[in-house]
């Protein structure tokens, strides 16, 4: 399977962003656990065919999609797409 032009993401949670910069949040966040981790969004253009494949590495791999703490895959269908500088 080839995946190209795909696109990395790096962030940090929203919660963890809250309770460092708005100190009302700060009790509120650590009542209910702290935010952890980091978070990635991978955005690729996959032809619809190449899905079932996709899964299907990505449990290979121990990517466990059942589990929402661990992935999430969302498709969104596009009717046209160009890559960039054409």
Same mark, same amino acid.
């Given at each position: 399977?080839?995946?190209?032009?795909?696109?990395?993401?790096?962030?940090?949670?929203?919660?963890?962003? =809250?309770? !460092?910069?708005?100190?009302?949040?700060?009790?509120?966040? /650590? %009542?209910?656990?702290?935010?952890?981790? /980091?978070?990635?969004?991978?955005?690729?253009?996959?032809?619809?065919?190449?899905?079932?494949?996709?899964? %299907?590495?990505?449990? !290979?791999?121990?990517? !466990? =999609?059942?589990? %929402?703490?661990?992935?999430?895959?969302?498709?969104?269908?596009?009717?046209?797409?160009?890559?960039?500088?054409?």
């Amino acid at each position: 399977m080839e995946i190209t032009d795909a696109t990395v993401f790096e962030g940090t949670p929203m919660e963890r962003i =809250l309770a !460092d910069e708005v100190p009302i949040f700060a009790g509120l966040w /650590q %009542s209910h656990g702290e935010a952890e981790g /980091q978070t990635r969004l991978v955005m690729a253009t996959v032809a619809e065919t190449a899905l079932e494949g996709l899964v %299907s590495l990505l449990g !290979d791999v121990g990517v !466990d =999609l059942g589990n %929402s703490d661990i992935a999430r895959l969302l498709t969104i269908p596009i009717d046209c797409h160009r890559p960039a500088g054409n």
